[in-house]
Every structure is written in structure tokens, then in C-alpha cells.
DNA sequence: TAGCTGACTTTTGGTTTCCTAAGTCAGCCG
DNA sequence: CGGCTGACTTAGGAAACCAAAAGTCAGCTA
């Protein structure tokens, strides 16, 4: 750990996945936004209200999401209403979900107001609640205080 | 999920975990610093240096993050050195490990670059390599394109 | 006791972020 | 064709955030 430490100063930022993700995602409006879109929100509008931001600052948030590739933009038509476009989870998008569950699990344990979680995450096929959990690659649950962390191939000199 | 969607507008985000948890660590600087903190960073400069933020904005976010109960300041001493204080993950800052590596592990998958990932995370007791997942209480592995949001008790009417 | 070091705080000034308010534009509806 | 609505964009100003440089302070160490 301690080499670990020593050689950390020269990646420092650069090179750690962390904070390329935090990059992206790292604010609060866009991360709400995210939320809203595994919600199934998908008109403008609605992103803004819902989450609570100004339109300017939906705009270039969502332009943002999309150029980055979280979201996709598609024409889409209601019956009797004229085509809009709606923001739609990418791949790259659904897989932050993961994050965002992790992120709401600690909130409704380590910071819920009294009327108790306001959403429930269920899996589709059988309907039981789902967690974020660490697992290693032998099965075990790993408990937060029981992960090691290690200089990895990125870090290691060449 | 229609009906959920038209309650949603009522409780926005005062009553959302995840809004919560956002105010919380949903900035860049906070994000980085519980990082380090979970690679056993404890000084002060060191946790400056290597997330890259001046000094001013070290301490204003250590203190808030131990204000806010993430972290935990105590006085220690090294031998030969007078008394310092540290900085240490409280179990309230550690369940946030979780979403930490479900970032890292997106970042590894979608914003990697060429030297692969910086750090590998372990299994203490097994040395397997840790990843966060979803799990549904039944058991099964949960991707996130089969993840179901229904209404919780904080977003029904009393 | 004088110096040094770690851990801050203060000050200054620039950049980013955000909101409000108002304006634009396209297409269905009457 | 004229109004309305959804989806933005522009303009203007307040607030937050940030880095750099300098100052403070406490307690070893010489």
C-alpha cells in the first residue's frame, strides 16, 4: 500500500477513471438528470420541471448528455401531436445506473426524510427490490471495509 | 409507471434520495477527495496535492465533508513527529464506497484510456477483484435494462 | 529560543454556473 | 392564415467556485 501511495502523486488526476467519470457526471443537475431519464422522463420540459433546473441550463445539460453519448435524441410523434424529439438512454447511459442505485441506496439509508424512500427498484422479471452491492469475482459479498485497493496495469510503469 | 410519472411532479427533489445524496457529494472536488480518502489518503496536503485542488478548497470541503459526517478528523502522531490531525472515512462515508466503484468501474468501461485502469480493487480476505453490481433480494444478477421504478411509501399519499 | 513544517486561513481576482425574463421558431389546429 | 404550444436560445446579472500568493499558528527540533 505504501508503494501504492507513493507512486499515487504522479497519476494523480489524469489517469484515474474516477475522475474521468466524475468529468461527466460530476454535477448535481446532470446526475438528476440522469435519474429523470431511468424514470422514463423524456420530454424537455419535463427534464427542467422535474429536476428543477432552469430551461437554459436543461439545454446544455441534455445537449451535453448527448454529446457525450449518455443520451440519444429521436424524432418520436404522439397521435394527434407533431413530432418532438425525446432523450433516451444510451447503453453508455443505462450503465451508470449501477452508480445512480448505489447513490440512492445511501441516501435512503444515511439521509431519508421520515415518509421513507419515495421510489422502489424492482427487478422487471420478478418484481423483489434490487441493491448495489460489491461482489468479488469469487462470489463473496464484499463488505466496504473489507476492499484493497492496488496499483493496476495503468498505474505500473511500462 | 404512468401514474408515477404524473405524481412525480409533486415531490421533485425534496424528497428523493438520490437529490440528497447529490448535495452531498455531487461536486467534483468532493467526489475525488472521498477517492483518496478510500485509498488511505490522511494529510491534509496530500489530499490537496493529489486531487489537484488548491488549499482553499481542500479545507472548506474537508470540513464540510466532516461536518456532514463522511469523514471523521482525529490527531494522530507519527514517531519523531508532533501530533497531526487525519482524516478518516466514517461507516457513513464508506457505504458510499459503493457508488464510488460503480464509477470507477463506468469509467474503466467507457472512458478507459490506452494504459488500462489506474488501480485494481481486491477482496481483502480472497484477493478476487471486486465489482459493484445489482442484485435483486431474489438472487439474481440485475442489468440495468431490466430494472423496474415503482412508487415507494415516501411518494404515496398518506 | 529561533527555525521549520504541516495545516490551515485570508485576500484577490478571474471563470463558471445558475436563474429570470424575454425572444425565437416550427408545426398542428381551427 | 393566425394562434398556440413545445422546445428551445439569448441577454443580463447574481452567486458560487477556483487558483495563486501570502499570512497565521502551533508544536517539535536544534
Known amino acids: ?10 497519476w494523480q488526476n489524469s489517469n484515474c477513471s ?7 457526471v460530476g454535477n448535481r443537475s446532470t446526475l438528476l438528470l440522469l435519474r429523470e431519464a431511468s424514470f422514463g422522463t423524456r420530454r ?22 448527448v454529446a457525450d453519448g449518455l443520451l440519444e435524441r429521436r424524432p418520436y410523434r404522439e397521435p394527434g401531436q407533431r413530432t418532438r424529439d425525446e432523450y433516451q438512454l444510451t447503453r453508455k447511459g443505462q450503465e451508470l445506473l449501477p452508480a445512480l442505485t448505489a447513490l440512492r441506496q445511501w ?7 421520515d415518509a421513507g ?3 422502489r427498484v424492482e ?8 441493491h448495489a452491492r460489491l461482489r468479488c469475482d469469487a462470489g463473496h459479498d464484499v463488505p466496504p471495509a ?13
Chains 1, 2 share one sequence.
Open 146 to 158: 473489507e476492499i484493497d485497493v492496488r496499483p493496476g496495469p495503468g498505474l505500473l510503469p511500462a
Open 123 to 130: 427487478h422487471q422479471d420478478c418484481g423483489a427490490a434490487v
Open 107 to 113: 441516501g435512503d439509508a444515511w439521509a431519508a426524510d
Open 117 to 119: 424512500p419515495s421510489v
Open 1 to 10: 500500500m505504501t508503494d501504492l501511495l507513493a507512486q499515487r502523486d504522479s
Open 44 to 65: 424537455f420540459d419535463d427534464f427542467a420541471r422535474r429536476v428543477g433546473i432552469s430551461e437554459p441550463v436543461a439545454a446544455a445539460r441534455l445537449k451535453q448528455l
Open 18 to 24: 474516477i475522475a474521468r467519470a466524475v468529468e461527466v
